[in-house]
């Protein structure tokens, strides 16, 4: 067709945060293709296998369609009233017993933008707390802290048109052919057409093998290896001496740090060898328009943060951010909307557009728009509030969206704090590990089933909408998050997406320029748009950073050990992932019916350490850590180096996050997934 719009319904791909467009087509119910748009303007007509294919969940005979409510120690079917009054019961008794702040909410960086907008709206204006986060906090929260810190703003400083344009690309802790398809494949093209190709992954990841360096770090030693990276570009001149006087700060600084990290040290702590850590800097510091691009391998450590930080360094230290001599730092985003969860304020310490909770200033904007105070609290982080639970502090929890039984870290102690909460609500499509042990659970509608907009790895806010109605009596997320605050006689404003959207452009100027009215013209706006007369700006900064003096800001922070390291009890170390045919706890890929599937989790073990323990290629192991245990299927592939395994958790069953340590970055609270000291057995 000649207009692309005819061929279906818009909207833009719930699976990763590359944000591909769409075209639905329904048949009968259901849907019979996803067109990836030729004037996408992301994909620019591709899409990957998950967004053209894996719809089959949403007409599987698993959907929840209809309330369920625990009565007698059973999850029974209930009606919305009747599911509504025990939400409301529920979380009155945790706010008459433990006052507001015994609430918290899980909000869903699968969710819309309004969603998220509406759910922390409820939280800090009916209930009272700001006890709210997002599962942003299990990725990419040391990115929008380091990033903050380095220029000012949470989000990646260039677009994916600008990393196209680059003749250099630094790819670290990432695997995008696998995770991010159509970027992998953008990123690969431009390295095919010469741009220098620097990978930075301890496995042999796709892009790997296209590489002008590989580096394969121990989990765990980023920070090292970044320092080696910039005392090279230092001691070689590779520098841009003007803007790191007239636009950056804490150079003095750096410069103290790096000299403990010559080369050979960065090497002994990396196990990169000296000379790929020198060629790496020169391939890097000798490019006109070098570009980093990173993902979960950088930030899931305990010293996440400062991994993004002196990420960061580099392309400060090049002045290749900015300035137009470069395409900055770009983080990936696993889920499609970890962007604009937290942009709506689904976070404990900042509201909407990034103003802390604790800035007088910043809550009196949201309190002249939502009529009523806002707490001044931070409220609590993921991984604190299961600890609340456990200690009998956190009276009542609301899951959105989320398995937390099976993708958050020590899986185990999550179970048990949703069992010792008094009150658990989960929002869900199918009845997972967490809504089984919820006291209601309430059916909800998935991605093409909404209307509203998410925002991508490189900020473009975009239009979702519904091509299906939910099944039964599944419901949007939106619609539920009125339904509470109504059972609990409170009218939250903000009838439609539409209305949510500007109200939020209101409580800040970030968004202020951004309506459904102007998605629907345009396609895409990207975020910061403080005027709807203008458009957004796709290149984060120019002449100013955003930070209280208008610089960069270079960290010296030192390396320091990951939380776990191998012994002669669990000689492995564990990094888990994402593989190509699957999506996180696998609820939607796993129904698709239609994919080729992988059928299980696998260990990829290294056949060095295959041998040593006797492992045959297909055996069953059982995998042990100091936490917990799992039952996998090994995979001997030399992808995985000597000493390290790898593995998905894509499958619940496998019980890989009950092996994933409480270890969180010092900063943020994110979990190290990276780096889990292991043992391996036949079983
Ligand atoms: Fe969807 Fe990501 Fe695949 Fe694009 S690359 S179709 S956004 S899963």
Redesign the pocket.
Known sequence: SADPRAAGVRTT?G??????T?DLVVRDGRIAAAL?ARDGPV?RGH??A???FAHGFLTSPERLTRPLVRRDGRLEPADWDEALAAVADGLRRAVDAGGPDAVAAISSARATNEENYLLQKFMRTVIGTNNIDNCSRLCHAPSAAGLTASFGLPGGTDTLEGIEQADCLLVVGANPVEA????GARLLQRALRGAGLVVADPRAVGLARHADVHLRPRPGTNVALFHGIAHVLLAEGMTDEEFLRERAAGLDELRETLAAYPPERAAALTGVPAPHITAAARLYGRAERPAVVYGLGVTEHLHGTDGVRTLANLAILRGAVGTGRGFGINPLRGQ?NVQGASDMGALPETLPGYGKVTDPGARSRAEAVWGTPVPGRPGLRIPQMFAAARAGELRALWVVGEDVTATDPDAGRVARALETCPFTVCSELFLSGTARRADVVLPAASWPEKDGTFTNFDRRVQRVRPALAPPGGARTDFWIVHAVAAALGADLGCPTPAAALEECGRVTGLFAGITHARLDEEGAVPWPCPDPRRPGRARLYTRRFATPDGRAHLSAAPYLPPGEQADDDYPLIMVTGRRLDHYNSGSMTRRGGNLLLAPADLLDLHPDDAARHGLRDGQPVLVESRHGRARLTARISDDVSPGQVFCAFHFPGSGVNRLTSGHTDTATSCPEYKVTAVRVDAH
């Open positions: 791909c699976y990763c945060g590359v944000g591909c769409l990836p994909n899409a990957c998950k967004g053209r991010h398809p159509v970027v499609n």
